[in-house]
């Protein structure tokens, strides 16, 4: 159905009908105020779901982007220390 109202009417289509719905809705309770479970969830990020658009855009920056296999082995020869002095008066 999303092919056939792109193909008619344009990419963008669906994204400014979304953007009229949210500017009429707004007008038309300016006092009110909603939560954002009353919300619509989509995916924000291109070709994920909600459950997984994080760990998609990591794999897809990481493919993108490859990091040296060295900096791996560096992190785990890192140790960290924290040293903190309390005092009670």
């Avoid at 939560?35 to 794999?59: A, G, L, R, V």
Wanted: glycine content about 2%; some cysteine.
């Amino acid at each position: 159905m999303n092919r056939l109202i792109e193909k008619k009417f344009g990419k963008k289509f669906i994204d400014s009908l979304r953007y009229i719905a949210k500017q009429t809705f707004i007008k038309s309770h300016p006092e009110e105020v909603f939560s954002f479970e009353y919300c619509d969830e989509f995916s924000k990020y291109p070709n994920s779901t909600i459950n997984n658009q994080f760990d998609k855009m990591q794999d897809d920056y990481l493919s993108k982007y490859p990091t040296p296999q060295r900096i791996y082995q560096e992190k785990r020869k890192v140790l960290f220390f924290h040293f903190s002095e309390f005092h009670s008066y």
